[in-house]
């Protein structure tokens, strides 16, 4: 339908107009923007549209069908959620409905950063051809930096910048992959890739860093515990769930990746559970939460890849409803480690419920909207026989409801009372977070609605007996481990510190090897240097002797001198010739 | 803002009691459960009976005790980064 506008291109005019409004105009504005993008995107039916003629290659900015329109509504619905949730931001510093303005940073930058990086994360879900996705790739890269620099301390600029050095070095890849593909297979469209031959691989390790696979996936903990309390809910929703679209669309059936998912889901746990700042925390269990999705993405059949899609659609909502209860805590306490927090119940009740709800989710508490989609995986796993990938994952549940649902919540709003004065946040935080606490208990409730916008038909039955009965067996006596470890006083409690990652390699090996390196061999370079100074010093001086103006070579001769050689020379003649 | 002298539910000792002795009747109960629902096994260990329970009890606490020890490998000072 061609009245229709690009879905992205309504977020990117959005964002050129939002500077021009005043404060009140644009909260209206800033609202009503995902709800026009929605409408907009809905009156497309399946199929690809504005095609561009580049050179000889034809570009499809908008590719529509399940998966694309899947991944559409949640961004739409994940969009409306994070801009309300940022509507109270103000540019003035004392102008805040009680938080700490220091903390949450002003207003016009980040929402049009935040309306440009939706913008981007919507290009690349419709992109139809490798080099639109390439063009959103970079913009999603490039775009949200600004809701991490917004905190305006040291440690965030150092941080946005680490993010944007992961996020340009996977689009550099990108472009490397597609370059290699075109030459393998002479064709740039978006569809099935498969790890085939050097352009397989590295498209999937662009799609990799973004996807937070082990190793690559430092960036989302080190960016997210440092970017604003509104920047880590935007974050935190859009660039790890276009990774997990891409490799759905590219990736699917592709054996590695579940052990890969298997990896993510089940190694990082431990991070989690060490974790003292809390945002960290959210996005190590992010992180576990992908691994699912990525391992459902590599078992490849229709139930898994829609166990994986709809798990994608299920945690965008609880996980951007958990960073948005800690980013309350964070606005209006000032805090967001464990060791400082504690006891907020009293002060923040309805916040102390959306996390529970949230937390409930993410543990796949039955009701909840995990236990509808979690459950497809796992079920595909084992039904493939993939048995110690479904022990990985069963432990993956079980560690992500102790670090989550327990730990975090626990230590947050009901753990000793850290005394700290505190209020509710504003309405529209609070209102943002109930539409995701809704979202969390209708899928958790009524999955048939999710299960309808899937990829293929679902024929799954989440509320059997045995399966509610085996989830509760599951968390129950996880939930009794966690009280038995904290009564015996064997559960690490939280304690000022930070713990060692992936990012030690670059933010400390590196920088040590290349400081040994220069003690090392900086002197050794500097007598290199000043050897071949004096020697050169040397021959300058001894061309110098004989060339310059009291040099032997220079010396000047007067006329007379002259013609009395002449003349005696002449004379020698002369007498020779007599002779 | 709270009242000073509210009393909350938490600061009452013997709530927090209440909710330990209803986990543990939770666990107790959904572990004698089973004997009562038929589980489809897809796996032959998912038929050990309370495999899940067991798995889950189990799990949580090595998680636990491995991240303590894990806490002498990796943990560093807050300041670790900007020495």
């Known amino acids: 339908m061609m009245s229709s506008l690009p879905p992205f291109l309504i977020f990117f005019l959005a964002a050129l107009i939002a500077p021009f409004l005043s404060p009140w105009a644009r909260k209206g504005f800033l609202l009503a923007v995902p709800i026009l993008g929605a409408v907009n995107m809905f009156s497309f039916t399946n199929g690809s549209y504005y095609s561009i003629e580049v050179f000889e290659f034809t570009l499809s900015l908008v590719r529509v069908d399940k998966l694309s329109l899947l991944f559409g509504t949640i961004f739409h619905l994940a969009a409306f959620i994070a801009i309300l949730y940022s509507l109270h931001l103000s540019d003035r510093e004392n102008d805040s409905a009680g938080g700490h303005p220091d903390i949450e940073g002003p207003a016009s930058i980040q929402h049009i950063s935040g309306l440009l990086y939706i913008g981007s994360a919507v290009g690349i879900i419709f992109a139809g051809d490798l080099i639109s996705l390439f063009i959103f790739w970079e913009l999603m890269a490039v775009t949200p930096i600004l809701l991490v620099l917004a905190r305006g301390t040291d440690s965030a ?84 769930k276009t990774a997990i679209y891409v490799l759905a669309r590219s990736y699917a059936g592709t054996e590695i990746l579940i052990y890969i998912g298997a990896i ?58 958990l960073f948005m209860v800690m980013g309350s805590v964070m606005t209006m306490t000032g805090r967001v480690k464990g060791s400082e927090l504690g006891g907020l119940y009293k002060s923040m009740p309805r916040t102390a419920i959306f996390c529970l709800i949230g937390a409930a989710s993410i543990s796949s508490v039955p009701l909840f909207s995990g236990f509808a989609t979690k459950a497809m995986t796992l079920s595909a ?38 005394e700290i004065q505190a209020e509710e946040p504003p309405l529209n935080m609070q209102f943002a977070m109930l539409i995701a606490a809704f979202f969390c208990i209708l899928i958790g409730c009524a999955p048939g609605l999710l299960y309808g916008m899937l990829p293929f038909a679902v024929d799954y039955e989440p509320f059997t007996a045995a399966h509610v009965l085996t989830q509760y067996q599951l968390l129950l006596f996880a939930a009794l481990a966690f009280t038995l470890l904290k009564i015996s006083g064997m559960f690490p409690p939280d ?29 050794l370079d500097r007598w290199f240097r000043n050897t071949c100074i004096r020697q050169i010093e040397r ?22 001198n002259m013609m009395l050689w002449v003349t005696l020379l002449l004379i020698v003649f002369l007498v020779l010739n007599y002779l | 803002m709270t009242e000073p002298e509210k009393k909350h539910l938490f600061d009452d000792q013997r709530n927090v009691k209440r909710v330990v002795l209803i986990l543990f009747v939770l666990c107790g109960l959904s572990f004698v459960a089973e004997m009562f629902v038929h589980l489809h096994p897809k796996h032959p260990w998912e038929s050990v009976f309370n495999f899940y329970s067991l798995y889950g009890l189990m799990t949580c606490i090595m998680l636990v005790l491995i991240a303590k020890m894990l806490r002498f490998f990796i943990m560093r000072r807050e300041d670790y980064y900007d020495e």
């Open chain 1, 381 to 418: 796993v084992i039904e493939q026989e993939y048995l110690y990938v479904w022990l990985a994952l069963l432990f993956a549940s079980a560690g992500v409801f102790i670090h989550t649902g327990i730990k975090l919540t626990y230590g947050t709003f009901f753990s000793h009372d850290a």
């Open chain 1, 495 to 523: 304690t000022p510190s930070i713990n060692l990652d992936a990012e030690w390699t670059y933010r400390r090996a590196l920088p040590r090897t290349v400081h040994w390196f220069i003690q090392v061999f900086g002197p």
């Open chain 1, 157 to 240: 600029r150092n941080a946005g910048m680490r993010y944007l050095l992961m996020q340009i070095t996977s689009g550099v890849i990108l472009l490397t992959g597609i370059i290699a593909r075109y030459h393998e297979v002479g064709s740039l469209s978006f569809d099935h890739i498969g790890l085939n031959g050097l352009s397989g691989t590295l498209i999937l390790l662009a799609f990799g860093i973004k996807a937070c696979f082990p190793l690559l996936h430092n960036w989302a903990p080190d960016a997210y515990s440092e970017a604003t309390p509104t920047g880590s809910v935007f974050l935190s929703t859009f660039t790890t």
């Open chain 1, 539 to 560: 021959c300058i001086n001894i061309i110098f002797r004989h060339h310059g103006p009291e040099g032997m070579m220079a010396r000047a001769s007067s006329a007379g």
């Open chain 1, 264 to 321: 993510m889901a089940a190694l990082l746990i431990f991070h989690a559970l060490l974790s003292n700042d809390y945002r960290r925390l959210l996005a190590y269990s992010l992180i576990n939460q992908l691994g699912i999705m990525v391992c459902g993405i590599g078992i490849g059949t229709p139930l898994a890849l829609n166990g994986a899609v709809a798990h994608a659609f299920a945690s965008t909502i609880y996980q951007g409803l």
